[in-house]
């Protein structure tokens, strides 16, 4: 009895393994978030190996664009830009240029260099910036000081103490990077997942992708449930890094104009063709609130919103609103 039992235990095992052998699956901590791929392919080796590529991706982008890391180029624009041209990767000239077409998109609501105060903010050690200090750095925070010059592939700052933090669309971008390795590896479905930026490739063979919308005080309830395929979607929340002191949230995404958390909303995600673009509209929307931000989505054909307000109401976007019968 005993025996059979355990035979029965095994069976049961080893069964999804059989049943999913060409789906490959891992997770890693890179850029200080959870990586997550998915690959789908006839052989299960050229899944894992594409899967690979994926993760030694990360890990590249991570080192050219960290904040953190004081050897990579980005460090090195913050350290000297304010000082004159500094020569990067034309990948990264690149991405903070993308950067600056979101400022101008967004009427300056996503500013690489709300840095210049964010760094004032150690939301692990809960520390945040006295109003004299917010005051003495707000004026390094405008975008309209960073100069990228695409030709000859340098970054400089108009301004001195500003400083400059991908954090609001190199993880989009990361994504955007491993989906293409997907392709290139002869990858038809799979998934790269960035902390809250998602590249979606392909469908589930058949079946479309359905990406769950967290509750902002809730990672185990859903408020919308999103069938995806070929797309991306990122979400921006006052949950991810945060502390509470006197009944007020201080979160990681800053209104530039301020220098203090973005308030009025809970959570913004975006669907679009390419997670740079919806990483980076994430925060923008987040920042903008729900009016300016609905207004701003609608008048694209290419993205889809659902902004949770701080009351709890959820919003959507005109491409997601249910239909109506009248
Ligand atoms: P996450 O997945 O980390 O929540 P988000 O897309 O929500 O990423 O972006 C939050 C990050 O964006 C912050 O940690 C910071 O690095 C950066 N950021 C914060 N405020 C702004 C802003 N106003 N404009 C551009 N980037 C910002
Ligand atoms: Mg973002």
């Known amino acids: 009895m005993m025996r059979r039992f355990a035979a029965w235990v095994t069976l049961f095992a080893l069964l999804p393994c059989t049943v999913y052998a060409d789906w490959q699956h891992r997770e890693a901590a890179v850029m200080g978030t959870r990586i997550a791929v998915e690959a789908w392919h006839d052989d299960a080796a050229v899944a894992g190996a594409a899967i690979d590529a994926v993760m030694a991706e990360m890990h590249r982008v991570d080192a050219l664009m960290s904040h953190y890391k004081p050897e990579s180029q980005l460090s ?19 991405l903070i240029a993308r950067a600056l077409e979101f400022s101008e998109l967004t009427g ?14 150690e939301y692990r050690e809960h520390r945040r910036p006295t109003e004299a200090e917010i005051e003495a750095a707000l004026p390094a925070v405008d975008w309209r000081s960073i100069e990228v010059d695409r030709q000859a592939s340098t970054v400089r700052f108009l301004r001195p103490g500003m400083r400059i ?46 990406v769950g919308i967290r509750h902002p005080d809730d990672p185990d309830r859903v408020i919308a449930r999103i069938p995806l395929e070929d797309a991306a979607i990122s979400t921006s929340g006052d949950y991810e890094r945060y502390f509470e002191e006197g009944g007020v949230r201080y979160h990681h995404i800053l209104n530039p104009r301020t220098g203090r958390s ?16 919806t990483d980076g509209l994430s925060t923008s929307l987040f920042v903008l609130g729900v009016e300016r931000g609905l207004a701003l989505v609608n008048a694209r054909e290419d993205v889809d919103a659902v902004i949770v307000r701080d009351d709890g109401r959820v919003f959507y976007s005109k491409g997601l609103e249910p ?3 009248e």
Request: hydrophobic share 45%; charged share 20%; glycine share 16%.
């Open 76 to 94: 090195r624009v913050n350290r000297e830009a304010a000082a004159g041209p500094v020569p990067v990767a034309p990948e990264l000239a690149a």
């Open 108 to 121: 300056g609501a996503f500013d690489i260099s709300y840095a210049s105060v964010g760094y004032l903010y």
């Open 165 to 210: 933090d991908l954090g609001g669309i190199a993880k989009g971008y990361a994504v955007d990077r491993g989906i293409a390795i997907l392709r290139a590896h002869g990858v038809a479905h799979g998934t790269v997942t960035a902390g809250g930026d998602s590249g979606i490739l392909g469908d589930r063979r058949g079946r479309p992708w359905v």
């Open 262 to 277: 973005a308030a009025g909303v809970r959570s913004a995600t975006v669907i679009g063709p390419d997670a740079t673009l």
């Open 323 to 325: 239909p109506r019968d």
